[in-house]
């Protein structure tokens, strides 16, 4: 049994969702009975001894996240392994269950031909904040939406596109960094296009008013407007809070940049290019650069290791550099059957990487490297390949990970998007593959962490119950996803709950 869905539990053995009741057998005061006496028989079965001679409460030994699973694992000893491998394999096996699940509940048509939206890039603002969605089309234009998921997806327009350079963007990162300005507080987008990396600015949109909700959303009945296809995005009014400023601007004429990785929280940018990888300051001030003799198409600088940076070039060669050392030094610490398009780093030591042949490979970065006279002769293998990913050297499709609970997607040039369980060790196949599109998926985003629900506007507590502003549905969103019969693109909601 599993609570991971507010307002419902996941019966184990039948893997179906069930409704929480306000009484009766299915309310949730039994409901945790059970689930403490199916606790209570797990760990008789596994470890021969009840609870109480271990000393030790089930439910403080019950994981919440993979995270928890493994600083538990790694301190706990072989005592209780096996209760804590059994709740952290059902609390992924949950949210797995529930990308199996995942079924189209609302599709927003875009504005404009789908060509425009083939090379698009999109990121997206959440807890803490109110959802916030920057959206890269046509050539060096930039769109603005604000949108939320409970009570049910919705979406509007932030004001008009602006423009950023005449070429796409390569990348698109919403920055930490925020500040005041006429008393409004800034939030930052940082991106790369042609040899030009540049900071944009913009003011943080504030709650949406009740007037605005029921102009837009609510129907001329009262209830909330839930249509399967919405044809028109409505334009609401945030009157200063539209605008915006170029704040800084770094360029490279004679070079292309490919990637970025930001960490604005500790004043770190990195930025690949044809020519160079450039360590910057927060500021776009340059601090080192180091020539490359292959083109870097993909950056990270992972969160917990803010003063490292890891690169995958077109030679297929994946790079670990220390921005602490006075000049760039990068050591090559892999090699990839082809082009490296992506690379994420995982919790604990682990790096998954996607090629432009359609591999997707785990890599752990423990392992030994072979030298011989400072010339290094052999390079690990990956641990893992994740099997099913289709690409033909194509740069611009979608990718996510929800690092939380070990999900991967990435959209195929085959026209399918997929779902990978990285937990499972024990298949490298898909949980979940989509409708074929006929263009692959540009872009695609998670919302099935706590962190990826954006807050709830605050207009909508006085329109619908309490419950309904509660409750999370855990789904993801396809953009840029188009049919044959249809002229234009959509921006897709799946979730596996109504």
Not at 244 to 267: G, I, P
Not at 302 to 319: A, E
Not at 348 to 358: Q, R, Y
Not at 414 to 435: A, L, M, Q
Request: net charge positive; charged share 20%; with cysteine.
């Amino acid at each position: 049994m599993s609570f991971n869905i507010p307002g419902y539990f996941l019966d184990q053995k039948t893997k179906k969702l069930f409704k929480i009741t306000p009484h009766g057998p299915f309310s949730l005061k039994e409901l945790k009975k059970r689930l403490e006496a199916e606790e209570q028989e797990a760990a008789a079965a596994t470890s021969g001894t009840s609870s109480k001679k271990t000393g030790h409460s089930l439910t403080q030994n019950v994981p919440n996240n993979i995270t928890q699973f493994l600083r538990q694992r790694a301190t706990m000893g072989s005592q209780n392994s096996s209760l804590i491998n059994n709740a952290a394999f059902h609390y992924q096996s949950d949210m797995s269950f529930l990308m199996t699940q995942l079924k189209l509940r609302t599709k927003v048509e875009l504005e404009g031909p789908k060509q425009a939206y083939d090379n698009m890039l999109v990121d997206m603002t959440a807890d803490p904040d109110y959802g916030e969605l920057i959206m890269s089309h046509r050539a060096g234009k930039l769109k603005r939406f604000g949108y939320q998921v409970n009570p049910g997806f919705q979406i509007w327009k932030a004001g008009l596109s602006w423009e950023i350079e005449q070429n796409n963007a390569s990348s698109l990162h919403c920055g930490s960094y925020s500040y005041i300005l006429n008393g409004l507080e800034h939030r930052t987008i940082v991106g790369t296009s042609g040899g030009s990396l540049w900071r944009h600015s913009l003011p943080k949109l504030p709650a949406l008013v009740d007037h605005d909700l029921r102009q837009q959303f609510i129907s001329a009945n009262g209830s909330i407007r839930d249509d399967n296809s919405i044809i028109g995005i409505p334009v609401l009014s945030y009157a200063d809070h539209t605008e915006s400023s170029l704040d800084k601007l770094f360029v490279k004429k004679k070079d292309l940049f490919w990637s970025s990785a930001v960490c604005d929280e500790y004043d770190q940018i990195a930025v690949g290019g044809d020519q160079a990888l450039y360590h910057l300051s927060s500021n776009l001030d340059l601090i080192s650069s180091r020539k490359v003799k292959s083109t870097i198409f993909s950056t990270h600088i992972p969160k917990d290791q803010y003063n490292v940076c890891w690169t995958g070039s077109r030679n297929g060669l994946i790079h670990l550099t220390d921005f602490r050392q006075k000049s760039i030094n990068m050591n090559p610490e892999f090699r990839q059957s082809s082009s490296v398009n992506k690379i994420q780093s995982l919790v604990g030591f682990e790096l998954v990487t996607l090629g432009l042949d359609g591999s997707i490979d785990i890599w752990d970065t423990r392992k030994p490297r072979n030298y011989q006279h400072k010339k290094q002769i052999n390079l690990p293998e990956p641990i893992r390949k994740l099997r099913g990913h289709v690409n033909e050297t194509n740069h611009n499709l979608g990718f996510d990970i929800d690092l939380q609970n070990n999900l991967l997607m990435a959209s195929g040039s085959d026209g399918y998007v997929r779902i990978w369980s990285i937990f499972n060790s024990n298949s490298n196949k898909p949980v979940w593959t989509s409708e074929k599109f006929p263009a692959p998926i540009p872009a695609v985003k998670f919302i099935v962490s706590q962190n990826r629900f954006p807050r709830v506007q605050e207009g909508w507590s006085s329109l619908i119950e309490e419950s309904l502003l509660l409750r999370q549905c855990p789904g993801i969103v396809l953009f840029g996803a188009n049919s044959e019969s249809s002229e234009s693109s959509s921006i897709q909601w799946l979730t596996a709950i109504k």
